[in-house]
């Protein structure tokens, strides 16, 4: 079965402290995983892929295919990294995305 | 500025009532998704539409129905509607679905639908 986890529905920081969102997969194959990132009162939309092995706003996010991971970490959480953010795993058949539930960050000062 | 559009973007209705949500797809994309977004569930899977054909389907209910037009428009159907079905819709849209290797995709703002 294909599937994403996220265990944590909220995660809590203060500004400066490091992050590290949660995100478990169970796919056949090798799978394609994103974060998607919904900030309050905006749109959905793509933060960062793992194909890219980019880092998007200081985030990055390494694919673990032992633990069947993509964690999405960054160092420093700044207060405008507080929203929603979504894993999400590209279907077997390549044609639709799997999301996780979602885990909303608050980063305070 | 994603290139999805949404209608309307607030429904308030009354339980047993039917509504229809309408959504545009970036120009050019031929796949079109329903994500159903609440508190409770996170954002849910319906149903995907590729060139005017059902590709995928989720955890969409007997109630709902969708359907993707010649123009690629997109419609969602909610009938005999709940309370327990208010929620934040969401359409996406991307290249999936025909080979394409751009697998990102662009999500409208939503429909808030409040069932009272």
């Known amino acids: 079965a294909q599937r994403v986890t996220q265990p944590e529905k909220l995660l809590s920081v203060f500004k400066g402290a490091p992050v590290e969102l949660k995100c478990n997969y169970s796919y056949s194959g090798s799978p394609e995983l994103f974060w998607y990132v919904q900030y309050s009162r905006q749109r959905l939309q793509l933060l960062l892929r793992?194909?890219s092995r980019e880092s998007i706003k200081g985030f990055t996010a390494d694919l673990n295919k032992g633990e069947t991971s993509f964690h999405l970490k960054k160092p420093f959480a700044q207060e405008e990294d507080s929203a929603m953010y979504y894993c999400?795993?590209?279907?077997?058949?390549?044609?639709?995305?799997?999301f996780g539930k979602g885990t909303t960050l608050s980063v305070s000062s | 500025d994603s290139g999805v559009t949404q209608t309307p973007k607030h429904l308030i209705t009354a339980t047993g009532q039917r509504v229809t949500l309408r959504c545009s797809p970036r120009s050019g994309d031929l796949s079109v998704y329903w994500y159903q977004q609440s508190l409770d569930q996170g954002l849910q899977f319906l149903i995907q539409y590729y060139n005017g054909e059902e590709r995928a389907k989720g955890n969409i209910l007997e109630r709902f129905s969708a359907q993707q037009f010649p123009d690629l428009h997109s419609e969602l159907n909610l009938s005999s509607l709940e309370l327990g079905d208010s929620a934040l819709y969401f359409c996406?849209?991307?290249?999936?679905?025909?080979?394409?290797?751009?697998?990102?995709?662009?999500f409208g703002q939503g429909t808030r639908l409040t069932v009272v």
């Open positions: 793992h194909i």
């Open positions: 999400a795993l590209l279907n077997q058949a390549g044609t639709a995305l799997i």
């Open positions: 996406a849209s991307s290249a999936l679905g025909g080979g394409a290797t751009d697998t990102e995709a662009f």
